[in-house]
């Protein structure tokens, strides 16, 4: 959504996306692609949650901000290596005067048929509802791409940062969005989300379609 005049990298028109977690993502869906050309950066080694509060432990300062980070995490229970689990639990669409929609996120991670419809004009905000599991996800970041009519519309980024695990999940909304208005802006779209580390590694992968129509849908 905002306005679909072709600019890229801006938030122009970045519709709400979501999807269940998939284990078994292909490296072709959830690692590189065109739309997501980056310079890697390789990082060390991983090590542990344990052994991140044990390296430094003399140094008061950093000792506490490793516990701030780290929340409620049970180290006991963190005495291996293990990968960062995320899961998006849900996707909100918050927009003033209206009832918040709150879609249900497909297990298959591409939702069959037109997703939602929004108004043209209409500012809003996506809210996601992360969980975090395991280890500390660091970098995390959301993309998403649109097309109508086969022709891409619109390319957005937004970095939502670095979260540790807990058993609460977190709440991360998104900066205020416009759908784009007028003749040519109405219509159906279609795009692609994906929820990413500075590792590239995929979480959450979302293919969908969507409206953008005169007004709102009746309830």
Same mark, same amino acid.
């Given at each position: 959504? +905002?306005?679909?005049?072709?600019?890229?990298?801006?938030? #122009?028109?970045?519709?709400?996306? +979501?999807?269940?977690?998939?284990?078994?993502? !292909? #490296?072709?869906?959830?690692?590189?692609? #065109?739309?997501?050309?980056?310079?890697?950066?390789?990082?060390?080694p991983k090590i542990s949650i344990k052994e991140h509060?044990?390296?430094?432990?003399?140094?008061?300062?950093?000792?506490?901000?490793?516990?701030?980070? /780290?929340? !409620?995490?049970?180290?006991?229970?963190?005495?291996?290596?293990?990968e960062p689990d995320v899961k998006i639990?849900?996707?909100? %669409? %918050?927009?003033?005067?209206?009832?918040?929609?709150?879609?249900?996120?497909?297990?298959?991670?591409?939702?069959? +048929?037109? $997703?939602?419809?929004?108004?043209? +004009?209409?500012?809003? =905000? /996506?809210?996601? !509802?992360?969980?975090?599991? =395991?280890? %500390?996800?660091?970098?995390?970041?959301?993309? =998403?791409?649109? $097309?109508?009519?086969?022709?891409?519309?619109?390319?957005?980024?937004?970095?939502?940062?670095?979260?540790?695990?807990? *058993?609460?999940?977190?709440?991360?909304?998104?900066?205020?969005?416009?759908?784009?208005?007028?003749?040519?802006?109405?219509?159906?779209?279609? *795009?692609?989300?994906?929820?990413?580390?500075?590792? =590239?590694?995929?979480? /959450?992968?979302?293919?969908?379609?969507?409206?953008?129509?005169?007004? $709102?849908?009746?309830?």
């Amino acid at each position: 959504m +905002g306005d679909t005049d072709g600019k890229d990298e801006k938030h #122009e028109a970045a519709p709400p996306s +979501g999807s269940a977690v998939r284990d078994d993502a !292909s #490296e072709s869906s959830c690692y590189a692609t #065109e739309d997501d050309e980056e310079t890697q950066i390789h990082l060390g080694p991983k090590i542990s949650i344990k052994e991140h509060l044990e390296k430094d432990k003399d140094d008061e300062s950093l000792r506490r901000w490793k516990e701030q980070l /780290l929340g !409620s995490v049970d180290v006991s229970q963190a005495e291996e290596v293990q990968e960062p689990d995320v899961k998006i639990l849900s996707l909100t %669409i %918050i927009s003033a005067g209206r009832d918040d929609i709150v879609l249900q996120i497909p297990e298959s991670g591409n939702q069959k +048929g037109l $997703w939602f419809t929004l108004k043209e +004009g209409s500012k809003y =905000n /996506l809210k996601f !509802s992360i969980k975090v599991s =395991n280890d %500390i996800v660091c970098g995390l970041k959301y993309t =998403n791409t649109v $097309w109508k009519t086969g022709i891409k519309v619109d390319s957005s980024k937004e970095m939502l940062g670095t979260f540790s695990p807990q *058993a609460e999940p977190y709440t991360h909304v998104m900066p205020e969005e416009v759908t784009p208005s007028g003749m040519f802006a109405r219509g159906s779209y279609s *795009a692609k989300t994906k929820f990413v580390d500075d590792d =590239n590694k995929c979480y /959450l992968e979302l293919n969908y379609t969507f409206d953008i129509q005169k007004d $709102w849908p009746k309830s």
